[in-house]
């Protein structure tokens, strides 16, 4: 009796010893691959796919251990030898695999993303601020070990190059820097510090309309204080620095919100009372034309022509209706446009020296 129970014992752990614990075949054939042992791991699939589920689920098994040892090497769970020499392993089974490839591209990708971050590091030490933003600028936003921190550099960058005056370079790196949660405070800080030093010091127009452009109309929407900043710097731009046109233009830089579009429509009646038609006007095209905004972009516009006239200025005047039209498509609204023009312009003869056929 004692023989048989311990025939049965023997039995018992020498199944469990053979089973891997009951293990499932795939699981116990990838467990021999990280060892090493590929040839072995080859013969474990050779009798897997005669079994066509157990085929499907080797397949799909190993597929999400590859996916996930780029995840880890993503996360900064595992180093790049390691991740690298788990999927060089894989090249050895022979069985279709169908993202190997995709993940030593990936895990390739975020190790140059890395090395990229390094050297920048090293550059930013050295005081090599624009080698260094070119270096920050190439690490992936799925890189969760330096991402991050490459904004943060790139937010430092920017801060420096802005305060040395270096404001050519300054407009490349902020419109490199993506807008999230962890940017957002910094950029509006920085991306009107920057808009306004381009007006006052350096008189560049073109440069402070590309940032606005490409970066300060997505900001406004998300960080209500751009709006304020830009109201603020408009008023001490022409009572304190007696800078009316670069004014005009941070005020042109509002939003489209009903707010802000009759606040340029009450700034831009400021300036008409004064006579500063070429001001207004930097406003007033600023203005979304729209089935709610014409009428009272009408007037305006029609008040514009007729200072610009009035002046012997009629190639001014010009260039205010090819503006104003060319970015209208709607024709009800043009030809409503046209028709309060011609019926309340402050001398019929001023409709002789403009040509409005581009909106008829």
Not at 144 to 151: H, V
Not at 232 to 256: N, Q
Not at 312 to 341: E, G, P, R
Request: charge should be negative.
């Amino acid at each position: 009796m004692k023989k048989v129970c311990l025939l049965l014992i023997l039995v018992f752990v020498l199944n469990i010893t053979l089973t891997g614990c009951n293990q499932e075949p795939w699981i116990d054939m990838v467990d021999t691959l990280m060892r090493g042992d590929y040839e072995r791991a080859n013969k474990q699939y050779l009798r897997i796919e005669k079994n066509y589920v157990n085929a499907l689920k080797a397949s799909d098994y190993v597929y999400q251990y590859i996916e996930n040892i780029v995840t880890s090497y993503k996360k900064d769970q595992t180093t790049f030898a390691t991740a690298e020499k788990k999927l060089n392993l894989f090249s050895l089974l022979n069985m279709p695999l169908y993202n190997l490839e995709k993940a030593k591209t990936e895990i390739n990708r975020i190790q140059s993303s890395r090395e990229s971050f390094e050297q920048g590091r090293e550059l930013y030490l050295e005081e090599s601020y624009y080698d260094a933003y070119l270096k920050f600028k190439q690490v992936e936003t799925d890189d969760d070990k330096y991402y991050e921190k490459s904004l943060d550099y790139l937010l430092s960058v920017e801060y420096v190059m802005i305060y040395s005056e270096d404001y050519s370079d300054a407009t490349d790196v902020i419109l490199d820097i993506d807008i999230n949660e962890h940017t957002l405070s910094k950029l509006s800080e920085y991306s009107v510090e920057l808009l306004v030093r381009l007006l006052y010091y350096e008189n560049d127009i073109d440069r402070a309309q590309k940032i606005n452009d490409e970066l300060i109309q997505t900001i406004i929407l998300m960080d209500e204080s751009v709006r304020e900043s830009l109201k603020e710097w408009a008023d001490k731009l022409k009572s304190l620095y007696s800078k009316p046109e670069h004014s005009a233009v941070c005020i042109s830089f509002l939003s489209d919100n009903i707010e802000d579009t009759f606040y340029k429509l009450e700034k831009t009646d400021e300036l008409l009372e004064d006579k500063k038609t070429d001001y207004a006007f930097i406003i007033l095209k600023s203005i979304n034309i729209r089935q709610d905004t014409i009428g009272y972009i009408a007037p305006r516009m029609t008040e514009i022509l007729s200072q610009y006239i009035s002046l012997n200025k009629a190639d001014f005047a010009q260039v205010v209706v090819d503006t104003i039209f060319a970015k209208m498509d709607d024709d009800q609204m043009v030809n409503s446009l046209v028709s309060y023009i011609k019926n309340h312009i402050e001398k019929e003869e001023y409709l002789n020296k403009i040509d409005m056929s581009i909106g008829q």
